[in-house]
Nanobody
Framework: QVSLIESGGGLVQAGGSLRLSCTVA????????MAWFRQAPGKERKFVAS????????YYADAFEGRFTISRDKPTVSTSLQLNSLKTEDTAVYYC?????????????????WGKGTLVTVSA
């Protein structure tokens, strides 16, 4: 069974950057897209960005385009999310998912597997 493993979270000051990674392990990756979501404390999960298997197509939620960049590393069957100009409101658990669409909604429509998340904490 495919499992997704996120890494790269941590504590960073506002204005700083982090790079999150997600690796697929334990099986054959046969879905079309990978995506990142986040869930802030006390709030619902939100879609952040997605990318197609071949990496040619990326899609961002409006709130994150320009500050966050998603990429693929096909040799290692993984995806990364570069977080720049971080704000305190970016504090959240960031989740990696894979599925059959690069246009998921906040609920995660079309996503079939999820990681356990990595915590990003942005201090003032």
């Amino acid at each position: 069974q495919v499992s997704l493993i996120e890494s790269g979270g941590g504590l960073v000051q506002a204005g700083g950057s982090l790079r999150l990674s997600c690796t697929v392990a334990g099986g054959y990756f046969n879905d079309y897209a990978m995506a990142w979501f986040r869930q802030a404390p006390g709030k619902e999960r939100k879609f952040v960005a997605s990318i197609s298997w071949h990496g040619a197509m990326q899609y961002y939620a409006d709130a994150f385009e320009g500050r966050f960049t998603i990429s693929r590393d096909k040799p290692t069957v993984s995806t990364s999310l570069q977080l720049n100009s971080l704000k305190t409101e970016d504090t959240a658990v960031y989740y990696c998912a894979d599925g059959n669409t690069i246009y998921p909604d906040d609920v995660g429509y079309g996503m079939t597997s999820w990681g356990k998340g990595t915590l990003v904490t942005v201090s003032a």
